[in-house]
């Protein structure tokens, strides 16, 4: 006798819309975004095809259009002009990305503004803080950069930002900036940390296009191991302790894992579907060996089904208009 139960009569094409079980949203969304002090135009990025590094004078303009095709949140990385040892321009009230939070609060006031905090894209270094001699050479100095980064968020939150997006992974970084956030009276503004971070291969193109890239050494000692994952869920663990409101995991499409394990932890998860993810998608797709509309959508399902509530992703707007097709 043929088995009874026959797992096809719930694949019905007219039966498997009502059955399933994740969906993707546009409130799902964050778009990335980045603003070039130094640009006089929108600059395209060789390495991220489609994506553009943006003046302060186009900011408005671009997140206008992606809240006209539904997207509701962005995530800010600033380009300075100058960069030096000590991140300077990072905390500057009249910075790069406090312009950048201002104009786009003025002009779509309803759309959700995450910063990220870190110092990278503002050091001649390349690092994400404060850099001295370490056991084995130079490396980044974990207290002595913790008062960068509360510098750098309040200075953030003056400006305007919803969220602080931490992600230079130092130890007690949440701890310090909801501290600063509360004492300066911005108990509003919430923190989004990049909570359980992996040293991975996969922002290559990102350092490009934030002009991230470090002179020196690797982030290894600051960033997860991809083999570690009890010590991954730590990380978040200890941030929501400190005060995250929301915990990140980043890159997406190797880390799924964690994004299952770290729901658990009870607060919101965000997932970063990372520049390196994104080019190979692109490269792929322009090559003709995948369909990039059906890779792109299987992903951020994907994403979902491992329990992500926000999803940062440079397809964001192309997902939007997909999303329209599909109703």
């Known amino acids: 006798m043929f088995p009874q139960q026959r797992m096809r009569r719930l694949r019905g094409r007219l039966i498997q819309p009502f059955l399933k079980e994740h969906h993707l949203r546009k409130t799902d969304l964050v778009t990335p975004l980045f603003i070039d002090e130094t640009a006089d135009c929108p600059t395209p990025i060789p390495t991220m095809p489609g994506q553009y590094r943006y003046p302060l004078n186009a900011i408005g303009a671009a997140v206008l259009r992606l809240q006209e095709k539904g997207i509701g949140a962005v995530l800010l990385f600033g380009i300075p002009a100058r960069k030096d040892p ?43 803080g404060i850099i001295g001699e370490g056991p084995c050479g130079m490396d980044l100095q974990n207290d002595p950069s913790l008062e960068l980064i509360a510098r750098i968020a309040v200075s953030h939150a003056q400006a305007g930002t919803d969220f602080l997006a931490p992600s230079c992974m130092l130890d007690g970084m949440v ?143 192309d997902a939007a208009g997909w999303l329209d097709e599909e109703q």
């Open 86 to 128: 000590e991140a300077s321009e990072s905390y500057n009230p009249a910075g790069v990305i406090q312009e950048a939070v201002r104009i786009i609060k003025s002009v779509t006031p309803g759309i959700l503004v995450f910063t990220d905090v870190c110092a990278c894209e503002y050091t001649d270094h390349g690092h994400c």
């Open 175 to 317: 701890a310090v900036i909801r501290q600063a956030l509360d004492d300066e009276g911005f108990q509003e503004t919430g923190i989004m940390s990049y909570s359980t971070k992996f040293a991975s291969a996969l922002y290559g193109p990102f350092r490009e296009a934030a002009d991230s890239g470090y002179r020196f050494g690797d982030r290894s000692t600051y960033q997860i191991h991809p083999g570690n994952s009890r010590e991954a869920i730590r990380e978040s663990e200890i941030d929501a302790l400190e005060g995250a409101d929301i915990l990140m995991v980043k890159p997406g499409m190797f880390y799924l894992d964690l994004v299952a394990s770290i729901r658990e932890l009870g607060l919101p998860v965000a997932v970063y579907q990372v520049s390196g993810e994104y080019a190979m998608i692109k490269a792929a797709a322009t090559n003709g060996w995948i369909d990039e509309r059906s890779v792109v959508m299987e992903s951020l399902i994907c994403a979902k089904r491992a329990g992500a509530d926000l999803i940062i992703t440079y397809y964001a707007a």
